[in-house]
C-alpha cells in the first residue's frame, strides 16, 4: 500500500511541479552523457587483448542501454527507479573505465585504478541489488526490505575495501558469480512484490521479468554451445551482452501506459527458456557424458548443425503440429473431423448463450457430419411423450410413446442398437428402410429427458466403440444442459411468481390503507349523524328539564321519563355501531359462538359446523369471521333462498373455513373480482391466509379459506 501512495504522491509532483521535472531531466541526461562518455572512453583505450577488448565494447554497450532506461524512467516514472538505474549505470561506467585503466597502465597507477574499480563495481552490484528489491517503482517501503538493502551496501563496501587494499587482481569471473549471487538473494523479495502487485505495476514487473528471462535464455545458450562447439569463444562477452534485454524491457515498462501483452510475452520466454533449459541439458548428458567431446572442427560443425535443426523443430512443432494432424483426420476418418471432436465443440458451445434450439440443431448437423451419418434425430419430453426437437435431415413432426414401464429401463440403458429399439422403442424402428440405428438416452439423476437417435444406411461402416463412446458423452452432456435449462425455468418462473406476489402485496397495503381510512371515516360519520345528535338532543332536553321543574315538577318527571329513553336509544346505537366494528361475543366467547350468532340473524337458511375448534390468536378469529360474514353476505345477494352451509375445522397445522351454497352459481373465469373477494384475500393474505372461489353456473358456489396456526 506505501508503495502504491508514494508512486501516486510523485506521479503528482510530475504534473504540478515542472521545475522539478526539469530538474530531473537535467540529472538524467547528464548522468547519461556521463555514462556513455566513460563507456566510449573505456573503449577507446588501446593496448588489451581481444578478448579484453571485445568485452569491453559489449559492457559499454551495455551500460549505455542502462543509462538510456535511466533516463526514460525519469521523464516518464517511476522517479525512483530512475534514480536507481542512472545511479547504477554510471557506477558501473565507472568501474568499466577503471578496469580498463587499471589493465593498460594509462594516466593512472595500476593499484589506484585497480581500487576504484573494485570499488565501483561493488557498489553497482549493491546498487542493482536496491533497485530490483525496490521493484516495480524505487520505493523499498517495509523496513526489512529497507535493512537487507542497508546491509548488502555494508557487505559490498566491506569486500571493496579489502578487495581493494589487498594485492589480487580484478577477477572477472568471480565478479560474475557475485553478482549472480547478488541477484539470486533479491529475487524472492521480487517474487513477493509481483503476487502481490496490481494493474500497471504488475505490467511493468512482467516487462521486467520478460528481459531477464531473454537475457538468461541467451546466457544459457552461449554457455551450452560453448562447451559442445567450442561456440562462441567468449562467453562471458556474451552473457554481459545478453543483459540488454533488461534495460530494453525497461524502456517498455516505462511506457504510459505500458502495454497490456506482457503476460502473454511473459508467458512465451518463460516457455522458451524451459525447453532451451531441458535441450542444453540432454545434449551435455548425451554429448559430453555418453559420448566424446567433439575435437574436430568437423564433428563440431556437425554437432552444431544438430543443435541449429532441433532449435528449427523446436520452434515450428506446434504450428507444423497442428497442420499434420488435421491432414491426417481428414487422411483416416474422410473430409471430416475426428469423432470426439463434437464433444469438445459441445461442451464450449454450452458456456454461450446460445438457444436450446439452435444448440441441438448444432449438435445433430455435428453428429451427422463427424459420425458419416445418414440421420440424426433429438427427441425431448419428461412426460410420457417425447417429441422429434431437431432432425438432420428434416423428417418432420414425430413422437415417441414411453411407457412408465419403459421409462426406468430406457433410462437405465447405455447406448443400443437396433434389436433393442424394437422391443423399447419400436415406434424408432417402424417406417425406418432398414440401416444400422443407435439410441442414446438422455437423463439426469435417473430422470429420463429424451434421447438421441443416429442412423447409417444399411451397407456403411459398423458403428465402433468409439462411436459409441462419444454418443455417451454427448447424451450426459446434453442430459446436464437440459437439466440446467429446467433450472433456469424454474428460477424464472418462481422471480415471476414473486414479482406477482409483491405487486399483489403492494396494492393489497393500499387497499388496506385506503379501507382503513374508510372506516375511520365512517365510524366518525355514523358517531356524528346518531349518536352525537342523541346526545346533543339529550343536552338540550336537560337544560329545558333544570328549567321547567321549579315551575311545572309534573311535567319535569315526565321528561325525565322521556330523557331515560333517550337514553336506552342512545346506547343501544352505540352497542350496534360497536357490533359491526368488532363483535363484543367473538372476543367474549370465540369464533364458534360468534359465527353460530350470526347465522341465527341471517335471513338465509344456514348450517353451521364449527365441530372441536378452541380460542385462537384475535387476528386469526377476526380474519374468519368477517370473511364468514361476508360470504354469508353475498350469497344473501345472489342466492337469496339457497341453502349454505358453513364449516370451520382444524387441520394439519392450519385453521380451515368453507362457505358453501346451492345458489344458482357462476362462471369464475369471467366473473370480475367484486370489493367482497378482494376484502377476503386481503384479510387473509395480511396474516399469510388464502382464500379461493369454486364455482360452476347451475351448481352453486363454495368458498374456501386457510390460515397457518
Given at each position: 500500500m506505501s508503495t502504491v501512495t508514494t508512486t501516486g504522491v510523485n506521479e503528482h509532483l510530475v504534473r504540478d511541479a515542472p521545475s522539478a521535472t526539469g530538474l530531473r531531466v537535467a540529472v538524467g541526461v547528464a548522468s547519461g552523457v556521463g555514462t556513455i562518455a566513460l563507456a566510449v572512453l573505456s573503449v577507446g583505450w588501446s593496448g588489451t587483448t581481444t578478448v579484453s577488448r571485445s568485452l569491453h565494447v559489449v559492457a559499454a554497450a551495455v551500460l549505455v542501454a542502462w543509462a538510456l532506461a535511466g533516463v526514460s524512467a525519469l521523464v516518464r516514472g517511476p522517479v525512483q527507479l530512475g534514480w536507481l538505474v542512472s545511479a547504477g549505470a554510471l557506477v558501473g561506467a565507472v568501474a568499466a573505465e577503471a578496469a580498463?585503466?587499471?589493465?593498460?597502465?594509462?594516466?593512472?597507477?595500476?593499484?589506484?585504478?585497480?581500487?576504484?574499480?573494485?570499488?565501483?563495481?561493488?557498489?553497482?552490484?549493491?546498487?542493482?541489488?536496491?533497485?530490483?528489491?525496490?521493484?516495480?517503482?524505487?520505493?523499498?517501503?517495509?523496513?526489512?526490505?529497507?535493512?537487507?538493502?542497508?546491509?548488502?551496501?555494508?557487505?559490498?563496501?566491506?569486500?571493496?575495501?579489502?578487495?581493494?587494499?589487498?594485492?589480487?587482481?580484478?577477477?572477472?569471473?568471480?565478479?560474475?558469480?557475485?553478482?549472480?549471487?547478488?541477484?539470486?538473494?533479491?529475487?524472492?523479495?521480487?517474487?513477493?512484490?509481483?503476487?502481490?502487485?496490481?494493474?500497471?505495476?504488475?505490467?511493468?514487473?512482467?516487462?521486467?521479468?520478460?528481459?531477464?528471462?531473454?537475457?538468461?535464455?541467451?546466457?544459457?545458450?552461449?554457455?551450452?554451445?560453448?562447451?559442445?562447439?567450442?561456440?562462441?569463444?567468449?562467453?562471458?562477452?556474451?552473457?554481459?551482452?545478453?543483459?540488454?534485454?533488461?534495460?530494453?524491457?525497461?524502456?517498455?515498462?516505462?511506457?504510459?501506459?505500458?502495454?497490456?501483452?506482457?503476460?502473454?510475452?511473459?508467458?512465451?520466454?518463460?516457455?522458451?527458456?524451459?525447453?532451451?533449459?531441458?535441450?542444453?541439458?540432454?545434449?551435455?548428458?548425451?554429448?559430453?557424458?555418453?559420448?566424446?567431446?567433439?575435437?574436430?572442427?568437423?564433428?563440431?560443425?556437425?554437432?552444431?548443425?544438430?543443435?541449429?535443426?532441433?532449435?528449427?523443430?523446436?520452434?515450428?512443432?506446434?504450428?507444423?503440429?497442428?497442420r499434420i494432424s488435421r491432414s491426417a483426420t481428414g487422411f483416416v476418418y474422410g473430409a471430416r473431423e475426428a469423432p470426439d471432436e463434437v464433444v469438445r465443440t459441445f461442451g464450449t458451445r454450452l458456456t454461450r448463450a446460445i438457444p436450446m434450439d439452435e444448440l441441438l440443431l448444432q449438435l445433430a448437423e455435428s453428429l451427422r457430419k463427424t459420425l458419416t451419418l445418414a440421420s440424426a434425430e433429438i427427441y425431448t419430453g419428461t412426460g410420457e411423450i417425447l417429441e422429434l426437437a431437431v432432425s438432420v435431415p428434416d423428417v418432420g413432426e414425430r413422437t415417441i410413446v414411453v411407457s412408465s414401464r419403459e421409462r426406468?429401463?430406457?433410462?437405465?440403458?447405455?447406448v443400443s442398437g437396433n434389436a433393442w429399439a424394437s422391443v423399447w422403442l419400436p415406434s424408432l424402428v417402424a417406417g425406418r428402410s432398414g440401416g444400422q440405428l443407435r439410441v442414446a438416452p438422455i437423463s439426469h439423476a435417473g430422470e429420463l429427458l429424451g434421447v438421441i437417435v443416429v442412423a447409417r444406411e444399411l451397407g456403411a461402416n459398423a458403428f465402433t466403440e468409439e462411436d459409441d463412446r462419444v454418443l455417451t458423452e454427448l447424451a450426459r452432456q446434453v442430459g446436464l444442459a437440459f437439466h440446467n435449462a429446467q433450472l433456469d425455468t424454474a428460477l424464472q418462473t418462481s422471480l415471476d411468481e414473486l414479482r406477482r406476489q409483491a405487486d399483489e402485496l403492494r396494492a393489497s397495503r393500499a387497499r388496506i390503507v385506503a379501507s382503513g381510512d374508510a372506516e375511520r371515516r365512517k365510524v366518525e360519520r355514523n358517531l356524528h349523524d346518531g349518536a352525537q345528535q342523541h346526545l346533543v338532543a339529550l343536552a338540550?332536553?336537560?337544560?329545558?328539564?333544570?328549567?321547567?321543574?321549579?315551575?311545572?315538577?309534573?311535567?319535569?318527571?315526565?321528561?325525565?321519563?322521556?330523557?331515560?329513553?333517550?337514553?336506552?336509544?342512545?346506547?343501544?346505537?352505540?352497542?350496534?355501531?360497536?357490533?359491526?366494528?368488532?363483535?363484543?361475543?367473538l372476543v367474549d366467547s370465540g369464533l364458534g359462538e360468534a359465527l353460530r350468532a350470526v347465522a341465527g340473524r341471517s335471513p338465509l337458511d344456514v348450517e353451521l359446523s364449527a365441530g372441536d375448534i378452541g380460542r385462537y390468536p384475535a387476528d386469526v378469529e377476526a380474519a374468519i369471521y368477517f370473511c364468514c360474514l361476508e360470504a354469508l353476505q353475498n350469497a344473501s345477494k345472489h342466492a337469496a333462498d339457497a341453502h349454505v352451509v358453513v364449516r370451520v375445522w382444524e387441520e394439519s397445522g392450519g385453521l380451515l373455513f368453507e362457505v358453501a351454497d346451492d345458489g344458482p352459481g357462476f362462471d369464475v373465469q369471467l366473473a370480475k373480482r367484486g370489493q367482497g373477494f378482494v376484502n377476503m384475500m386481503d384479510r387473509l393474505g395480511a396474516i399469510g391466509g388464502s382464500v379461493r372461489w369454486e364455482s360452476r353456473p347451475g351448481d352453486g358456489t363454495t368458498i374456501r379459506g386457510s390460515v397457518p396456526l
Amino acid at each position: 500500500m506505501s508503495t502504491v501512495t508514494t508512486t501516486g504522491v510523485n506521479e503528482h509532483l510530475v504534473r504540478d511541479a515542472p521545475s522539478a521535472t526539469g530538474l530531473r531531466v537535467a540529472v538524467g541526461v547528464a548522468s547519461g552523457v556521463g555514462t556513455i562518455a566513460l563507456a566510449v572512453l573505456s573503449v577507446g583505450w588501446s593496448g588489451t587483448t581481444t578478448v579484453s577488448r571485445s568485452l569491453h565494447v559489449v559492457a559499454a554497450a551495455v551500460l549505455v542501454a542502462w543509462a538510456l532506461a535511466g533516463v526514460s524512467a525519469l521523464v516518464r516514472g517511476p522517479v525512483q527507479l530512475g534514480w536507481l538505474v542512472s545511479a547504477g549505470a554510471l557506477v558501473g561506467a565507472v568501474a568499466a573505465e577503471a578496469a580498463h585503466l587499471a589493465a593498460v597502465h594509462g594516466t593512472l597507477t595500476h593499484s589506484t585504478a585497480k581500487s576504484i574499480a573494485t570499488i565501483a563495481a561493488s557498489l553497482a552490484m549493491a546498487v542493482s541489488v536496491h533497485a530490483l528489491v525496490a521493484l516495480p517503482d524505487g520505493v523499498l517501503g517495509r523496513t526489512s526490505r529497507k535493512a537487507g538493502v542497508a546491509v548488502w551496501y555494508a557487505a559490498a563496501l566491506a569486500v571493496a575495501v579489502s578487495a581493494a587494499s589487498s594485492s589480487h587482481e580484478l577477477m572477472r569471473t568471480s565478479l560474475a558469480v557475485a553478482w549472480g549471487v547478488a541477484v539470486a538473494t533479491a529475487l524472492p523479495a521480487v517474487y513477493y512484490r509481483y503476487v502481490a502487485s496490481t494493474g500497471t505495476s504488475r505490467v511493468r514487473l512482467q516487462w521486467l521479468g520478460v528481459g531477464a528471462v531473454i537475457s538468461l535464455e541467451v546466457a544459457l545458450v552461449a554457455g551450452a554451445l560453448s562447451l559442445l562447439v567450442h561456440w562462441p569463444s567468449q562467453v562471458l562477452a556474451f552473457a554481459v551482452g545478453g543483459t540488454v534485454f533488461m534495460p530494453i524491457a525497461l524502456l517498455a515498462a516505462t511506457l504510459s501506459p505500458p502495454t497490456r501483452r506482457a503476460d502473454r510475452v511473459f508467458v512465451g520466454a518463460l516457455f522458451v527458456l524451459g525447453f532451451s533449459a531441458f535441450a542444453a541439458a540432454t545434449y551435455l548428458v548425451v554429448v559430453l557424458g555418453l559420448g566424446t567431446t567433439p575435437s574436430s572442427s568437423a564433428d563440431r560443425e556437425v554437432l552444431g548443425l544438430s543443435m541449429a535443426a532441433a532449435a528449427i523443430v523446436a520452434i515450428g512443432f506446434l504450428p507444423v503440429r497442428e497442420r499434420i494432424s488435421r491432414s491426417a483426420t481428414g487422411f483416416v476418418y474422410g473430409a471430416r473431423e475426428a469423432p470426439d471432436e463434437v464433444v469438445r465443440t459441445f461442451g464450449t458451445r454450452l458456456t454461450r448463450a446460445i438457444p436450446m434450439d439452435e444448440l441441438l440443431l448444432q449438435l445433430a448437423e455435428s453428429l451427422r457430419k463427424t459420425l458419416t451419418l445418414a440421420s440424426a434425430e433429438i427427441y425431448t419430453g419428461t412426460g410420457e411423450i417425447l417429441e422429434l426437437a431437431v432432425s438432420v435431415p428434416d423428417v418432420g413432426e414425430r413422437t415417441i410413446v414411453v411407457s412408465s414401464r419403459e421409462r426406468p429401463v430406457i433410462t437405465a440403458a447405455g447406448v443400443s442398437g437396433n434389436a433393442w429399439a424394437s422391443v423399447w422403442l419400436p415406434s424408432l424402428v417402424a417406417g425406418r428402410s432398414g440401416g444400422q440405428l443407435r439410441v442414446a438416452p438422455i437423463s439426469h439423476a435417473g430422470e429420463l429427458l429424451g434421447v438421441i437417435v443416429v442412423a447409417r444406411e444399411l451397407g456403411a461402416n459398423a458403428f465402433t466403440e468409439e462411436d459409441d463412446r462419444v454418443l455417451t458423452e454427448l447424451a450426459r452432456q446434453v442430459g446436464l444442459a437440459f437439466h440446467n435449462a429446467q433450472l433456469d425455468t424454474a428460477l424464472q418462473t418462481s422471480l415471476d411468481e414473486l414479482r406477482r406476489q409483491a405487486d399483489e402485496l403492494r396494492a393489497s397495503r393500499a387497499r388496506i390503507v385506503a379501507s382503513g381510512d374508510a372506516e375511520r371515516r365512517k365510524v366518525e360519520r355514523n358517531l356524528h349523524d346518531g349518536a352525537q345528535q342523541h346526545l346533543v338532543a339529550l343536552a338540550v332536553n336537560l337544560r329545558l328539564a333544570k328549567d321547567v321543574v321549579k315551575e311545572d315538577p309534573d311535567a319535569a318527571v315526565a321528561m325525565l321519563g322521556e330523557l331515560g329513553d333517550a337514553v336506552q336509544d342512545t346506547i343501544r346505537e352505540l352497542r350496534e355501531l360497536a357490533h359491526g366494528i368488532y363483535p363484543p361475543l367473538l372476543v367474549d366467547s370465540g369464533l364458534g359462538e360468534a359465527l353460530r350468532a350470526v347465522a341465527g340473524r341471517s335471513p338465509l337458511d344456514v348450517e353451521l359446523s364449527a365441530g372441536d375448534i378452541g380460542r385462537y390468536p384475535a387476528d386469526v378469529e377476526a380474519a374468519i369471521y368477517f370473511c364468514c360474514l361476508e360470504a354469508l353476505q353475498n350469497a344473501s345477494k345472489h342466492a337469496a333462498d339457497a341453502h349454505v352451509v358453513v364449516r370451520v375445522w382444524e387441520e394439519s397445522g392450519g385453521l380451515l373455513f368453507e362457505v358453501a351454497d346451492d345458489g344458482p352459481g357462476f362462471d369464475v373465469q369471467l366473473a370480475k373480482r367484486g370489493q367482497g373477494f378482494v376484502n377476503m384475500m386481503d384479510r387473509l393474505g395480511a396474516i399469510g391466509g388464502s382464500v379461493r372461489w369454486e364455482s360452476r353456473p347451475g351448481d352453486g358456489t363454495t368458498i374456501r379459506g386457510s390460515v397457518p396456526l
